[in-house]
Nanobody, 124 residues
Framework: QVQLVESGGGLVQAGGSLRLSCTAS????????MGWFRQAPGKEREFVTV???????RYADSVKGRFSISRDNAKNTVYLQVNSLKPEDTAVYYC??????????????????WGQGTQVTVSS
């Protein structure tokens, strides 16, 4: 069992930045692909980015060049640096842990464990 806890969300003006963190419990953190998803009110949960030892990093087109994912296996933590924020980035951001191999990383059903989410609100 893996437990994930996100932090770092908040209210920021358009053009601003935040760094989200997700800390995992358990000794096998490095064995998982770690993904970030987001969900805005009334919308489906959507893929943002993933990091895995199998394929490195992948990003949704909407965040390429603005968001950056990284991980520190010694700290059991994955980070999401979000820059040049736009009002349409407003959502609850979730981290998730799933298989480190394979091609289904952009689907929520791929992942086995989820955090509780952290709210990011971008004002115009």
């Amino acid at each position: 069992q893996v437990q994930l806890v996100e932090s770092g969300g908040g209210l920021v003006q358009a053009g601003g930045s935040l760094r989200l963190s997700c800390t995992a419990s358990g000794p096998t953190f490095s064995n998982y692909a770690m993904g970030w998803f987001r969900q805005a009110p009334g919308k489906e949960r959507e893929f943002v980015t993933v990091i895995s030892q199998a394929y490195g990093t992948r990003y949704a087109d909407s965040v390429k060049g603005r968001f950056s994912i990284s991980r520190d296996n010694a700290k059991n933590t994955v980070y999401l640096q979000v820059n040049s924020l736009k009002p349409e980035d407003t959502a609850v951001y979730y981290c998730a842990a799933g298989p480190w191999y394979g091609s289904g990383y952009d689907s929520p059903s791929w992942y086995d464990y989820w955090g509780q989410g952290t709210q990011v609100t971008v004002s115009s």
